[in-house]
């Protein structure tokens, strides 16, 4: 009995184990045979290597944000803008502090995640008051943000407020993008898998009129959904202006909406590792997935096969290949184990038999 | 009694059908005073009423035209957020085929035809392989900006550093011109509005798709098939994008990068100013996405004109029509209310 059981759990384990690794594996794989194939390297220096760190950070933290209110049929377009106006706005209020010097970049992402949340508490809030649908909301919410983004900067660039030394340490040194990834991975994790919030927040995910029948309360839950979104946005937005070194801050009309494209793959893939493991950890494996595809095109680019078009459109063929995969599962699972041919003849099969029988009636 | 209980229900309905008709009427009535204040602005200031007026139709005819196609694919309860870059895709290949041709014929016959035949694909790959179709929508979002892209940076032939593709035979850009007025645009619409409200209001498939935007599943309960449905709601859309396409190159003359670029958000934002839910279902209406959109591009102007001398004034434009978008919204759903926080 004993060993049955631990035959059980092994084979539990290792079909988890399989399920969590199994994308990430298949991108390391096929980014190994492109770069053999091209002669190309990815991740060859410390400064690549951080590059990496820090897109991944970025990608994970924008699914983690996208997957919170989309997972409960809100869609939320203002991401973007709240990643802008909370990056800008603490660009400005750190600079003005500090004028760019030592300890600039941990100042202004404290600041960052702030405004972030209150940008955030400021979606929400408008949200639940109103009670229209979060869709609409959004829309308008991001054109607020968007319209204060361009009234505090006058629609130019904020550059000399982040390229400093204190900002360029998050873009060089791997271990501070890694950090955050980290604490942002464990506070979600907390705060959905292991706190009431999350267990409510789940229960109204699944059931919404029965949770609320049950006393759960709606309202704060979705308020503070929206703020942790805003903190990660923030978090988001200062990590893209030590990346580029610069803030665009003419992003009026919807400019910013693309934020949040970026997140769409990593957030089906990270569903489908969830299944075998944790969602979260699986928008974390996405997101380095994603980054380490972004560093073989970046390699690509330089000698001239890959650019920025052919890039969007692979990972839109990519996005579109793997929610055919997701969607046809079983067709899929047939067509590689031969099972779908069989289908096909029995089918035909029966058909015949049904003419026949029709005939001889 | 009862004769007591059956008046007062009468009332009851009564005054339900005059809020209905007060909120039915208030988005036309919102543009009449958009308008009327948006004159009086030009007038107060001296300014040519006939040029600034040819400056709205202009603004808002691609949106329109987009839009009023798009009601259809709001209706079923879904949405494009393509529409955007499906008129970029569209303006670009026409471009180029009336640069080659300098046929105007077949500058809208190509829009047109190219952009049903991305919203088919739309349509036909979401349908075949059961893909959501606002991811399939993102995923078309970026191939066709990015297809397009390349084509106008390859064949640009502008020497900045923005890339463009534009009419520069003299000929060909006084055959533009010679359809470039507001009463060929006005016509077009409304033609097209026309057939859309005919399809919509008096044949079955206005019928069936609202019933499929209203309850999908009893809709398919009683034998309406979502995917032909479906289809058609795409291939409407997509012949609105197409003469949006066309409409914006005879009166641009070019096509850049960031062609139409607003155009997939702004879609939402006039089909909501004109009253419809985005939702869809039985309370959607063809000329939503006409008064919707023109309330929208007035607004803007006025607001343009009202802070022409403040600083990051397209800032300001954009916050608070934002705020009245979002009003707006708030006062005409409140009959809709529900206990709890709609999705």
Known sequence: MGNLINKHQLKNFGVRTAGTLAVPALFVVVIFIICAAQGVMVLTSSSLFADFVCYAAIVTLTTFALSINLGSGRFDFSLGSMATLSAVASAQLTYSMLGGGAGSGIVMLVFSVLIGAVAGAFSGGLYVILRIPPIITSLGVALIFEGITFVLTNGTYIMSEVQNDSMTLFRTQWYLPAVIILVALAAVYFLFDRTKFGYDYKALKEGQKVSINTGIREVPNAVWCYVICGALMGTVGFLQAARNTYISTNVLNFGSISVMFTAFLPMFIGGFIGRFSNDKVGYLLAGLSMSLLNSLFAQLSLIGIIDSSSRAIVEAVLLVLFLIFLNNEQTCRDLVTGRIFKKWAEAARERKAAKHSREDK | ?343
């Open chain 2, 1 to 343: 009694m009862e004769e007591v209980l059956k008046s007062r229900s009468g009332d009851a309905v009564k005054k339900q059908k005059v809020k209905n008709i007060i909120i039915m009427l208030l988005p036309i009535a919102a543009l009449v005073v958009l308008f009327a204040v948006y004159v009086a602005i030009i007038l107060a200031n001296d300014y040519n009423l006939a040029i600034n007026l040819e400056t709205i139709v202009n603004q808002a005819i691609v949106l329109v035209l987009v839009a009023t196609g798009a009601i259809f694919i709001f209706t079923l309860g879904s949405f494009d957020i393509s529409l955007g870059a499906s008129t970029l895709f569209s303006a670009t290949v026409g471009i180029l085929v009336f640069n080659a041709t300098g046929s105007l014929l077949l500058l809208f016959l190509t829009c047109i035809a190219v952009a049903v035949a991305c919203s088919l694909l739309n349509s036909v790959l979401s349908s075949v392989f059961h893909l959501p179709m606002f991811v399939m929508t993102v995923a078309m979002l970026s191939v066709l900006t990015s297809i397009a892209g390349t084509i106008i940076t390859t064949n640009s032939t502008s020497a900045g550093a923005n890339p463009a593709i534009s009419v520069s035979d003299s000929v060909l850009r006084d055959i533009l011109g010679s359809v470039d007025t507001v009463w060929f645009k006005v016509l077009i619409l409304a033609l097209f509005a026309v057939v859309c409200i005919f399809v919509f209001n008096f044949t079955k498939v206005g019928r069936r798709q609202k019933f499929l935007g209203g309850n999908p599943v009893c809709a398919k309960m009683t034998g309406i098939p979502l995917s032909v449905y479906g289809i058609i709601a795409f291939v409407m859309a997509g012949i609105g994008v197409g003469l949006g396409a066309a409409v914006n190159v005879t009166y641009t003359m070019s096509v850049s990068t960031g062609t139409a670029s607003d155009i997939g958000m702004s879609v939402f934002i006039a089909i909501v100013f004109g009253g419809m839910p985005i939702s869809g279902g039985a309370r959607s209406r063809i000329y939503a996405a006409i008064v919707g959109g023109f309330s929208y591009i007035i607004l803007n102007n006025i607001l343009n004109l009202l802070l022409s001398s403040v600083d990051g004034r397209y800032g300001y434009v954009q916050i608070i029509s934002a705020v009245l978008f979002l009003a707006i919204v708030y006062v005409a759903s409140i009959n809709y209310r529900v206990k709890h926080l709609p999705r």
